[in-house]
């Protein structure tokens, strides 16, 4: 037996999987969920083989969810529209379900999952995430977990970013998150007017700067209206010059 | 094309009273100077006649071919040349007419010419001058109608695709519904696509520029919140307050819906919980006001939700392009309930 869990907020999308699931007797639906923190909560519990995934849903999106686990089941999206996913399904080798879909498309989902079980899913799943994440909806927000909790941090709220091994610290008021994604990503996904890349290991939210001071050498630090002192490199500098434009 | 000034009955009516008054003048004039009464009206019928036959030529060219600005200098020219053939035309025709059988007349005509000329190339400039005046005022009018023409079809056509952005979103999570209840609720599933294709004929219907009652678009609305409930069940609910008195207002139509929408993706997606929606409609300062309410989260709502977001923005831009006022849409958060607030004037429909 294999265990299921979906994740939707709405009821009668969650019963049409139902309905289609009771003709895979292999498969066990183990929970149902309305939300991505019952999501969070059902995957870390049951630890399930599959999942049934909507993506648009209260306060998280099914992406940011899928972010949030260390490593994410196999995952069939089920979805109405949304144009920048279904492109970054079609570059991926993740299967998708757009919704209303009939028997025989979820049946062909089933048996494509289960061909691919064998090989290692996580990797696509992870590109997946990698691609949505920079759409622009996505890169308005950081969803962290800290502890069992979720914290949605918008990203005007961030102070500024740190690398730290495999994770990147999201400095805030409230201290700092650690979310495992690259520099780079981050350089990519969030907004260049707003973040800048000051240091090879630094991303600074330049409405937060109150002055930037000479260093040591060429370098600069920039102070921050917390206090905070970010190290600004030679080519760093030059890009904060050009975005404050100075 | 232009129409000519002789076309307006005024203008004709004048014209001709003019030209009846300068002939009969002209007779008098030359009678007073001792010409015998019917050479003198004989001289000014040819001598009218033939400048009327000019004055007409120059109406109706100008009617094709108006000058622009240092052209100015070509029909001054123009007027010069036709008066002189004119002139000379006239001395030509006179002699061997009235000059075969009238004593002096030869004369008079010889010592007349300058002043003959004068007046005529007087007359002649004047008539143009009136012409390119009224020809280009013609223009203009004729190039204001067809912008305000083309401002009046580019506004209807943005206000048509501003009430067409139907959610695809909307629309295909409803066919999703549809198809759940099909194998479990068949009867349910058949009155939601009765619902769903009201909603879709609403949609397509109406015209952009249509003002319709607040009843009319509440029952509207209705079959939008029907098909909503069904989609997210128990968590969605709605509250609707409107005063009896306010039902027979107006405002255009399709602009509920949208508000409404916006607000129940707002409170939807922005909380876990249930998710009530409040809607009142009262008159304040002969405006429409009516208040959307719905809970959200004032520590992760998305930013742009903090202004008017996307399906706020055309509505703001329809109220512009129907009232040319950008104070109609407000929003305002108030602890966990977020107010969407807009107004229509009334007395116009």
């Known amino acids: 037996m294999h265990k299921v869990i979906i994740i939707d907020d709405e009821p009668l999308a969650r019963s049409i999987v139902i309905e289609y699931l009771q003709h895979h007797t292999q498969l066990e639906l183990v929970q149902e969920c309305g939300d991505g923190f019952e999501g969070l909560k059902a995957i870390m519990q049951h630890k399930p083989d599959l999942i049934f995934l909507d993506i648009q849903m209260p306060k998280i999106t099914g992406f940011e969810m899928l972010e949030l686990i260390e490593q994410p089941p196999a995952v069939i999206f089920t979805t109405a529209f949304d144009e920048y996913a279904i492109k970054a399904f079609e570059s991926h080798a993740v299967d998708y379900l757009l919704k209303p879909f009939n028997r025989e498309r979820f049946d062909k989902a089933i048996t494509k999952w289960e061909e691919q079980k064998s090989k290692a899913p996580d990797k696509s799943t992870q590109d997946l995430l990698d691609a949505v994440s920079l759409s622009p909806s996505q890169s308005q927000r950081i969803v962290v977990k800290n502890g069992s909790k979720i914290k949605i941090i918008p990203v005007h709220d961030v102070f500024y970013l740190e690398a730290a091994d495999d994770y990147v610290k999201v400095h805030t008021q409230e201290g700092y998150f650690l979310k495992n994604k690259t520099m780079n990503h981050f350089e990519q996904a969030l907004d260049g007017e707003q973040f800048v890349r000051s240091h090879r290991s630094y991303i600074v939210n330049v409405q937060q700067i109150t002055r930037i001071d000479p260093n040591e050498k060429d370098n600069h630090v920039a102070v921050l209206r917390s206090g905070a002192r970010v190290p600004v490199s030679r080519s760093g500098y030059g890009k904060l010059k050009e975005v404050l434009g100075l | ?349």
């Open chain 2, 1 to 349: 094309m232009a129409t000519s000034p002789l076309r307006e009955k005024k203008f004709l009516l004048a014209f001709i009273i003019f030209w009846v008054v300068m002939t009969i003048d002209h007779a008098c004039v030359l009678y007073w100077f001792g010409m015998p009464l019917k050479a003198a009206m004989a001289d000014s019928a040819i001598s009218n006649i033939l400048l009327l036959i000019l004055s007409l030529l120059v109406i109706n060219m100008l009617r094709f071919y108006m000058p622009r600005g240092e052209q100015h200098v070509n029909i001054f020219a123009l007027c010069l040349i036709l008066s002189l053939v004119w002139i000379f035309t006239l001395r030509w025709l006179l002699k061997i007419s009235i000059g075969s059988f009238t004593v002096g007349y030869s004369t008079l005509l010889q010592q007349s010419i300058p002043i003959r000329f004068s007046i005529g190339f007087l007359l002649l400039g004047c008539i143009t001058l009136v012409s390119i005046l009224w020809f280009s005022q013609k223009e203009q009018k004729e190039n204001e109608t067809r912008k305000a023409d083309a401002e009046k079809l580019a506004r209807e056509a943005e206000l048509f695709k501003l009430r067409q952005q139907l959610q695809p979103h909307f629309l295909f999570n409803s066919l999703n519904s549809i198809n759940a209840l099909i194998g479990t609720r068949p009867e349910e599933a058949r009155k939601m696509v009765q619902q769903l294709s009201d909603f879709l004929r609403g949609t397509i219907k109406k015209e952009e520029t249509q003002w319709v009652t607040l009843q009319e678009e509440l029952q509207y609305l209705q079959l939008y919140l029907d098909i909503e409930k069904v989609r997210f069940g128990n968590r969605l609910s709605t509250e609707i307050n409107v005063a009896d008195e306010v039902l027979q207002m107006k405002l255009p139509a399709l602009l509920l819906q949208p508000i409404v929408e916006n607000a129940i993706k707002f409170g939807l997606y922005d909380t876990t919980g249930d998710t009530v929606i409040r809607i009142d409609a009262s008159v304040e300062n002969h405006h429409l006001m009516i208040r959307v309410q719905n809970p959200f989260d004032p520590d992760t709502a998305s930013p742009h939700h903090k202004g008017t977001g996307f399906g706020l923005q055309s509505i703001q831009r329809r109220l512009y392009l129907h009232f040319a006022r950008t104070d109609l849409l407000t929003t305002a958060a108030n602890g966990t309930i977020f107010n969407t607030i807009v107004k229509i004037p009334q007395g116009k429909s």
